[in-house]
């Protein structure tokens, strides 16, 4: 069977993506075509978190927000946030390390909390895109349209949020059969809308118990699920976005992520980008003295706890062959680093 390292690493392939065994896809939630009705519903889950997201400032201007809505709207941001760059991302599609049967449970349902997908086409998402990481075929490169200033803000747009619009979706069978054929990650993806719901309605479930009122209820399903929901969303697909439009490029790598210090924090070590697409299975992403990568510490004690083993942490060695000549310009060793990926 393929495993996650194979599938995110494979070369691009010059022939058209087969279509998925019969029942395969539906088995997940969502076929390659994406339907009218999946079109609507995911633009209500963009907009009207982001429609509170913008009304939060003035709110929190006028009429303040209290500690424990604070609280809500970090905890389950941390939680969601963890759940897609542990779970999701270095686990589930990149296979960084191995998980006993109780945490890979908790972490495809806490990325399933973030609200991003449900897991298996979350992930086949992103095998397809280090397949073809800022080349056609790209599900959301910001270099689509080219790179002309007009054609990057166009592509930055795409790669933010239009591409998740594209009726023809990523073929679930080729690019994540191994998380298809377990009964427990096919399970929960298509689990999907009960998470959601979990993960919407927990907050001012929380809210309305401590303060007892259902004004206390509404405030923290503001902040504590719309809000929280819309700034996890943006801060991801920021990752698409911004780290493959700018930032600095210490590491060879096939494409133009880049590193961006700023969200280093939101993304839990996420937007240490340039070193993630040199060495995709890698465990941690922040290499760098003061690096900050909370994605990375949580495995270290999951780890420590006997929760994971096998982990694919960073050798010295591979992480100092993999840099860019300091002498060079960001992206001059762009078409030697292709040629070892492919090989």
Not at 92 to 104: D, E, I, L, N, Q
Not at 127 to 153: C, N, Q, V
Request: with cysteine; glycine share 6%.
């Amino acid at each position: 069977m393929s495993t996650p390292q194979d599938l995110a690493s494979t070369p691009p392939a010059t022939a058209a993506d087969p279509a998925p065994a019969d029942g395969a896809a539906s088995a997940t939630l969502g076929g390659e075509q994406r339907r009218s009705v999946e079109q609507v519903a995911l633009l209500l889950f963009i907009v009207v978190p982001f429609v509170a997201l913008v009304a939060a400032v003035p709110l929190a201007w006028g009429w303040g927000v209290s500690w424990l809505d604070i609280a809500l709207l970090v905890a389950f941001y941390f939680l969601g946030c963890h759940g897609i760059t542990i779970g999701f991302h270095r686990y589930f599609t990149h296979g960084a390390f191995k998980a006993k049967r109780p945490m890979r449970v908790a972490l495809a349902i806490a990325g399933s909390m973030a609200v991003e997908g449900p897991l298996v086409r979350w992930v086949a998402d992103h095998r397809k895109h280090h397949r073809h990481s800022d080349a056609e075929g790209d599900p959301h490169s910001p270099w689509r349209y080219g790179e002309t200033l007009p054609a990057l803000l166009k592509g930055l747009w795409w790669a933010h949020m239009a591409w998740m619009f594209d009726t023809e979706q990523t073929p679930q069978q080729k690019y994540a059969p191994d998380l298809i054929k377990d009964p427990i990650t096919r399970r929960i993806s298509r689990q999907f809308v009960l998470w959601t719901v979990v993960s919407l309605a927990l907050p001012p479930l929380i809210g309305g118990l401590a303060t007892w009122s259902w004004q206390g209820a509404a405030s923290a399903f503001f902040w504590g699920s719309l809000v929280r929901v819309a700034l996890l969303h943006h801060v991801t697909w920021s990752i698409n976005s911004i780290c493959h439009a700018t930032g600095k490029q210490p590491f060879k790598s096939r494409d133009r992520s880049g590193n961006v210090w700023w969200l280093a924090v939101l993304s839990c070590g996420e937007s240490w980008h340039n070193l993630h697409h040199a060495d995709p299975t890698c465990a941690r992403h922040g290499v760098d003295r003061w690096q900050v990568d909370s994605s990375a510490r949580l495995i270290r004690w999951f780890e420590k706890a006997g929760w994971v083993d096998d982990v694919r942490w960073p050798k010295r060695s591979r992480i100092d062959a993999k840099r860019n000549d300091p002498h060079t310009e960001p992206g001059e060793n762009r078409e030697e680093a292709a040629t070892a990926h492919a090989a």
